[in-house]
């Protein structure tokens, strides 16, 4: 079974900075197609997509979300911090027998 | 538009069983997997497993086999969710999600979530 590494554990930066997070998968992923997705989550609300296949921006995110890397090291990146932005971020590996999130990254917004 | 909605919070007794709801409108259930993911306090989104709604067929956590089952009938749109067992660790919100099928098998829509808390 993959475990996914999240890093940092928090990150607490101004509204305009950029917000580099890291999801460290045990061992590659499965398949070429890099099965890896970003979700955002926030207090009381159900997780929201926002990147799949490592690199994909799911429909209606803006484009200051970006996703980047393959087999064990993967990035997203907030490029300009908005207030709404705060909140757990989770990389999730998929498919095609297992879905495993990584522990989350809380971003707080100064 | 699609929408999972989820049956009310529970209380459970530990040893107790607990069976969770997930109404699904907007999409035709038999045609998405449906995956049940929790989370317990102060702690991050835990995979439980998944039901193909048109087979029956599921896949299981490791760690929740043999206390998870997880059902649907297509006649009312739903799917179920029943835990037993249960332990005060169990005390989480449960969300149902469908999954986007396709290549990618990422989750894009979420249930409200349901509360269940295991207390005596």
């Known amino acids: 079974e993959i475990v996914l590494t999240q890093s940092p554990g928090t990150l607490s930066l101004f509204p305009g900075e950029r917000a580099i997070l890291s999801c460290r998968a045990s061992?590659?992923?499965?398949?070429?197609?890099?099965?890896l997705a970003w979700y955002h989550h926030k207090p009381g609300q159900a997780p929201r997509l926002l990147i799949y296949?490592?690199?994909s921006r799911a429909p209606g995110i803006p484009d200051r979300f970006s996703g980047s890397g393959s087999g064990t090291d993967f990035t997203l990146t907030i490029s300009r911090l908005e207030a709404e932005d705060f909140g757990v971020y989770y990389c999730?590996?998929?498919?095609?027998?297992?879905?495993?999130f990584g522990q989350g990254t809380k971003v707080e917004i100064k | 538009q699609v929408q999972l909605v989820q049956s009310g919070a529970e209380v459970k007794k530990p040893g107790a069983s607990v069976k969770v709801s997930c109404k699904a409108s907007?999409?035709?259930?038999?045609?998405?997997?449906m995956h049940w993911v929790r989370q317990a306090p102060g702690q991050g989104l835990e995979w439980m497993g998944r039901?193909?709604?048109?087979?029956?067929?599921?896949t299981y956590a490791q760690k929740f086999q043999g206390r998870v089952t997880m059902t649907r009938d297509t006649s009312i749109s739903t799917a179920y969710m029943e835990l037993s067992g249960l332990r005060s660790d169990d005390t989480a919100v449960y969300h149902c999600?469908?999954?986007?099928?396709?290549?990618?098998?990422?989750?894009?829509?979420w249930g409200q979530g349901t509360q269940v808390t295991v207390s005596s």
């Open positions: 999600v469908r999954e986007s099928g396709g290549i990618h098998d990422y989750f894009d829509y």
């Open positions: 907007g999409y035709t259930l038999t045609a998405y997997y």
């Open positions: 039901i193909n709604p048109n087979t029956g067929g599921t």
């Open positions: 061992q590659g992923l499965t398949s070429s197609l890099n099965f």
């Open positions: 296949g490592a690199s």
């Open positions: 999730q590996e998929y498919g095609p027998s297992s879905w495993t």
